[in-house]
């Protein structure tokens, strides 16, 4: 099934890209897609799934739009 | 006195006379420096009533027992007086080498009275004062004078200054300095164009006194390097604060069109990625290794200085997602020296009421010609609209009327960040209970609200969270001085600087230690307001109504149909009254004023209003 992954902040720079349509599994969480992308976990961060805060443990649906950012606390 | 000079100067503009002042050991650990100063100052000596424009007006700038010290990001400088935007108190701060020239100089604090005959630049070089004249650069905007300045003295001074806005008195002008940098939002700048005062130029040779030099520099030139090391790290100053945009357009949080809307498909041409890639030179303030002011090139090839909070405003706000374009804005604003938040705020506001009837004009959501011209209006008051729109929205719905009010989208007359609560209840509350009206600086909870928070929720632990935030940015931060960046955007523990605090001054204050003094600087701040409006009640801890409108509610989107709810709004806010000790118009009680040490305040307010 697709899903749109977007990055935002330094995750863009660290991952090469700022957003991806990906082919995943039914059962795929947003921690299996961050793990396939080598996308470091161990940095703090902030995860969307249809515009709704999420943590990584989150199951991923077909049509998904999950955006990942770093945690940012404040301009 | 270790890590305070010890001294005010105390200038009168209107005498052209000064006079240095001390203060004592108690009176430096009973209110720090910064904020507290500025706000102990203002309240002992500003009587009630007065003209925020005219010459009882003062106006304080002032550092803090590690301000200027080299460690992580200590070049701040509060500037503060009573505001014309809100008639309350009003401050910001700003880096600038301000910071440690004043304390070079001698002195914690400048206290400018009075009003000059003539454009005047205010000199200080340690001892020696004078009064200068600025006709030649009266009518100038902030870059040129900066120039002119740095032509007559060198690049190591600290100088604030004005630029048309401030002179104009327009509400929402701002005071700057250094190349990009600004601060006081609630007319500040104004208050210093009142004063006929285009600039003020300090230089200093004396050593900042502190009671452990050695282990200082140490200590800060370590933690400098560590700072910048986690920031390569993160990669955060890669976009700087334009990286949350993604994130704020994703969760419904942008200002889209007057705040109508949460969120944008064109935003990501204005996103933080957007604002690397065109990135061509890189600003800082002093004592800063995590450089946040990124210029662009604007749309007549001028470098312009972006952040989150000037774009969001200045582009989606107003239906603009070209990014050159939204950078001519920057530039204007900062050369007029106009808050770029405010001018967002007015500028949508104004094309909101003009789309709806309210407002005489042609359409502008999207034009950045009209944008263009009607910010010139508004820096220079020309014509009705843009006499009117330099009050800023609150006074401009009145004007305009048509209920035009409601989407004036401002808290105690200074506009909103670049944060769209219509459904962000916490985050909303923070613009609510600001001291200074609705700024972000001050407890920015959002990304811990919608991550770690049904947002839905009204609960006290957001108003627990509000407090705890102020307690740390809107106090210790703004009173030792020091950007709050290395700890809310990089992680840098804030457990350092009660270290900084002690090892500048002698102490051996605990964390902890600060809290009480955090909540005794509110307190007075709310006692300052109190004095000026002595009916207030809690609708002053209001957001705008348009956010409790149902007919406000996104149609489509993760927000779609909600919108905040008054009744749970109104529970929220007594929450925070509780966790505070104010009562339940949100002044604090007189046993709460007296924890704190503030009995004889107490006693004074007496005299204008009811404690409980």
Redesign the interface.
């Known amino acids: 099934m697709k899903v749109t992954l977007k990055l935002a902040g330094a995750f863009v720079h660290a991952a090469g890209f700022s957003h991806k349509e990906l082919d995943v599994e039914p059962g795929t969480t947003i921690a299996d897609i961050l793990a396939a992308l080598a996308i470091d976990r161990g940095r703090p961060m902030v995860i969307a799934r249809n515009g709704h805060g999420v943590g990584t443990d989150e199951e991923v649906q077909a049509g998904d739009r999950i955006l990942v950012s770093p945690v940012f606390s404040g301009g | 006195m270790d890590g305070w000079t010890g001294q005010f100067l105390r200038v009168d503009l209107t005498n052209r006379t000064h006079r240095v002042e001390s203060f004592s050991e108690e009176f430096a650990h009973t209110w720090i420096g910064g904020r507290g100063f500025a706000a102990k100052i203002l309240y002992d000596e500003l009587a009630p009533g007065i003209d925020p424009l005219g010459p009882e007006n003062k106006l304080v700038v002032a550092v803090g027992p590690i301000s200027g010290i080299p460690a992580p990001n200590t070049g701040k400088t509060i500037v503060a007086a009573k505001s014309p935007a809100t008639g309350g108190y009003g401050d910001g701060n700003l880096g600038t080498r301000m910071t440690d020239q004043l304390r070079k100089a001698g002195y914690d604090a400048l206290i400018v009275e009075g009003r000059a005959a003539s454009p005047t630049m205010l000199v200080v070089d340690d001892d020696r004062v004078e009064f200068l004249p600025a006709d030649e650069v009266w009518g100038k905007g902030t870059i040129e004078t900066n120039e002119w300045i740095y032509a007559r003295y060198s690049k190591g001074a600290g100088v604030l200054n004005i630029g048309p806005g401030g002179e104009n008195m327009v509400h929402f002008a701002v005071v700057r300095s250094l190349e990009g940098r600004s601060g006081g939002r609630p007319g500040m700048g104004a208050v210093m164009g009142s004063k006929l005062l285009k600039a003020i130029v300090v230089t200093g040779s004396k050593p900042i006194p502190q009671a452990f030099p050695a282990r200082m520099k140490e200590l800060g030139r370590d933690d400098l390097r560590e700072v910048h090391r986690i920031d390569k790290e993160?990669?955060?100053s890669?976009?700087g604060?334009t990286?949350?945009?993604?994130?704020c357009n994703?969760?419904?949080a942008l200002p889209v069109h007057n705040f109508r809307g949460t969120?944008h498909p064109d935003a990501w041409m204005v996103?933080?990625?957007r604002v690397?890639a065109a990135r061509v030179a890189t600003y800082g303030c002093p004592n800063c290794t995590m450089r946040c002011g990124i210029a662009v090139l604007d749309d007549e090839g001028r470098e312009a200085e972006v952040?989150?909070?000037n774009i969001g405003l200045l582009g989606p706000n107003l239906d603009l997602y070209n990014l050159a374009e939204v950078g001519a804005l920057n530039y204007l604003c900062d050369d007029y020296g106009l808050d770029t938040i405010s001018a967002g705020g007015v500028l949508g506001f104004y094309a909101d009421a003009v789309e709806r009837g309210a407002a005489p004009g042609e359409p502008l959501f999207g034009d950045i010609n009209a944008f263009k011209k009607v910010l010139g209006q508004i820096a220079h008051r020309e014509g009705e609209i843009g006499n009117i729109l330099a009050d800023g929205t609150l006074p401009a719905s009145r004007a305009f009327g048509h209920g035009s009010e409601a989407y004036a989208m401002q808290v105690k007359g200074l506009e909103i960040?670049a944060y769209n609560c219509k459904f962000i209840p916490g985050m909303a509350l923070a613009f609510g209970v600001s001291p200074i009206g609705a700024h972000?600086?001050e407890s920015?909870i959002?990304?811990?609200e919608?991550?770690?928070t049904p947002?839905e929720s009204y609960g006290r632990d957001k108003a627990q969270k509000i407090v705890d935030l102020q307690r740390i940015?809107g106090g210790l931060f703004e009173s030792i001085i020091t950007c709050?960046f290395p700890?809310?955007?990089v992680?840098w523990g804030v457990e350092h600087y009660p270290i900084y605090f002690n090892t500048i001054t002698g102490q051996d204050w605990k964390l902890e230690d600060f809290w009480p003094i955090s909540d005794r600087i509110y307190a007075i701040i709310k006692l300052f307001w109190l004095r000026e409006f002595p009916q207030t009640d809690r609708t002053a801890d209001y957001v705008p109504d348009a956010w409790f409108d149902p007919s406000f509610a996104d149609t489509e989107?993760?927000?779609a149909g909600r919108i905040l709810e008054r009744d749970k709004y109104d529970g929220l806010l007594q929450h925070y009254y509780d966790i505070r000790g104010y009562d339940t118009r949100g002044v604090p009680t007189r046993a709460t004023l007296e924890s704190l040490g503030l009995a004889a305040e107490a006693a004074a307010a007496e005299a204008y209003a009811t404690l409980t």
């Open positions: 993160a990669g955060w890669l976009q604060t990286g949350v945009l993604p994130w994703e969760v419904a969120h996103d933080g990625e690397h952040d989150y909070e960040s972000h600086k920015w959002i990304t811990y919608v991550n770690q947002r940015r709050r700890w809310v955007e992680g989107g993760p927000i």
